[in-house]
C-alpha cells in the first residue's frame, strides 16, 4: 500500500522558517522523482519544488533561493527546507511522486499545515 506521511508543519512568523518532511513508503520511493506540492484556501494544488532520484532539483519561482529540497534514499524521506517565509506560503503541504513534470503519481496523503502569520 502507498503511504506519504507528512510533518512538519506549524505556525511560523513572516521571515522564519520550518522544514518538512514526507515518509514515503519504498515500493514509490526508490528510483523515482519526488516532489512537494501544496495548496492554499480556494486555490488549486501547485508544484512548490522537484528532486529528481539523482538530485537535480526544480523549484517553482516563488519559491526559489528560499525553498530547498532534498532526499535520503536511505531513509526513503524528501525535505522540504522553508526559509524567509511570506504569508502567501501559508497552504497544505503535500509530498508525491511524480509522473512526467509534475502531474502526481498517487493518491494524497493528510498533508501539513504550514501557517504564516504574525
Known amino acids: 500500500q502507498v503511504q506519504l506521511v507528512e510533518s512538519g508543519g506549524g505556525l511560523v512568523q513572516p521571515g522564519g522558517s520550518l522544514r518538512l518532511s514526507c515518509a514515503v513508503s519504498g515500493s514509490i520511493f526508490s528510483g523515482n522523482t519526488m516532489a512537494w506540492y501544496r495548496q492554499a484556501p480556494g486555490k488549486q494544488r501547485e508544484l512548490v519544488a522537484r528532486i529528481t532520484n539523482g538530485g537535480n532539483t526544480n523549484y517553482a519561482d516563488s519559491v526559489k533561493g528560499r525553498f530547498t529540497i532534498s532526499r535520503d534514499n536511505a531513509k526513503n524521506t524528501v525535505y522540504l527546507q522553508m526559509n524567509n517565509l511570506k504569508p502567501e506560503d501559508t497552504a497544505v503541504y503535500y509530498c508525491?511522486?511524480?509522473?512526467?513534470?509534475?502531474?502526481?503519481?498517487?493518491?494524497w496523503g493528510q498533508g501539513t499545515q504550514v501557517t504564516v502569520s504574525s
Open positions: 508525491n511522486a511524480v509522473l512526467g513534470w509534475s502531474t502526481a503519481r498517487h493518491s
